[in-house]
């Protein structure tokens, strides 16, 4: 069973910083994209940024220059760093990997248990 666990998550004033990890929490043998998504009250899912595992990434235009994801392959992690947050930005957090367990399992997306970013005004 594969676990995606997310961390960094918290209550910050507008302007701030924080910082999301994501792990997975067992061997993998090839993680391919990893990403991270949010979803505020009411609203759908959407796309924050992800990253391939050559590192090449696709940012969301709502946080493009304030945003930054990034990867440690060996670690099995993938971070967002988020700078000058606003309270538009408050939402659940979801990390999201597309990974083989083994060598001939078939690839497939998994998701993290959300963490939530609250920004205050």
């Known amino acids: 069973q594969v676990q995606l666990v997310e961390s960094g998550g918290g209550l910050v004033q507008a302007g701030g910083s924080l910082r999301l990890s994501c792990t997975a929490s067992?061997?993998?043998?090839?993680?391919?994209?990893m990403g991270w998504y949010r979803q505020a009250p009411g609203k759908q899912r959407e796309l924050v940024a992800s990253i391939t595992r050559d590192g090449n990434m696709n940012t969301a235009d709502s946080v493009k220059g304030r945003f930054t994801i990034s990867r440690d392959n060996a670690e099995k992690t993938v971070y967002l760093q988020m700078n000058s947050l606003k309270p538009e930005d408050t939402a659940v957090y979801y990390c999201n990997a597309d990974l083989k367990v083994g060598p001939w399992d078939t690839s497939r997306g998994y998701w993290g248990q959300g963490t939530q970013v609250t920004v205050s005004s």
């Open positions: 067992r061997t993998i043998f090839r993680i391919n994209a």
